[in-house]
């Protein structure tokens, strides 16, 4: 069982970059697998409550690690789940394992790099993803993996100790399919909580 979220300990979370319905679904899923907590109300395209108010839920939460859900919309600028999600890699009552990185065609964002990338055949690699989670063509650079999507930019502007990049969860041309338990998805939650040195799910 993972440790209890009493006011003196920090509640452990893991930020994820998507929000939509399908990704909420995958990302329940995959909480229910690890037994790790979930907070759906930080779900929605775009993300519908505050930082302000997910931090509220997340101190109800019996148990952590948690994962927490952030979209933009598709906007290029810090919009709501930036917004949100900064609130909450800020605020001195959470500690943030890490965060996936989900890339998406939106244009006029300078991306963030990733520690590693999960691509869509469930490998963990080095390189960029794109959406579908193929691997991207790196010009040959010897620098880290970089992914650009909607609500990844502000990463950048808070501390992240560990960053996986992943392509559209719960999708990926069916490769993350949630009737296969989205398993791109849980493999890059799971490469996080290994990073980190997290134990879960007992």
């Not at 993996?145 to 719960?170: A, F, K, S």
């Not at 493999?187 to 134990?199: D, Y």
């Amino acid at each position: 069982m993972g440790n209890d979220t009493a006011s003196d300990k920090k509640i452990r979370v893991i930020l994820v970059t998507d929000g939509d319905k399908v990704a909420q679904q995958a990302v329940e899923t995959i909480a229910s697998s690890l037994r790790l907590r979930c907070i759906s109300a930080s779900a929605g395209n775009p993300t519908p409550i505050s930082g302000k108010k997910i931090v509220e839920l997340l101190k109800t939460v019996p148990y952590d690690p948690v994962l927490v859900m952030f979209d933009d919309k598709g906007r290029c600028e810090k919009a709501a789940g930036e917004r949100a999600l900064e609130y909450v890699a800020n605020h001195p009552d959470i500690e943030v394992l890490g965060a996936i990185a989900v890339a998406s065609n939106t244009t006029g964002i300078t991306g963030v790099h990733a520690d590693a990338c999960i691509d869509c055949q469930g490998h963990v690699i080095d390189m960029s993803v794109d959406k579908k989670g193929e691997i991207k063509n790196n010009n040959n650079c010897d620098c880290k993996p970089v992914i650009t999507g909607d609500t990844v930019d502000v990463l950048n502007d808070v501390n992240i100790p560990v960053i996986i990049g992943v392509g559209d969860i719960g999708k990926m041309d069916k490769h993350d399919d949630l009737s296969r338990g989205a398993p791109i998805t849980k493999r890059a939650i799971e490469e996080i909580l290994k990073r980190s040195g997290v134990t879960y799910g007992k």
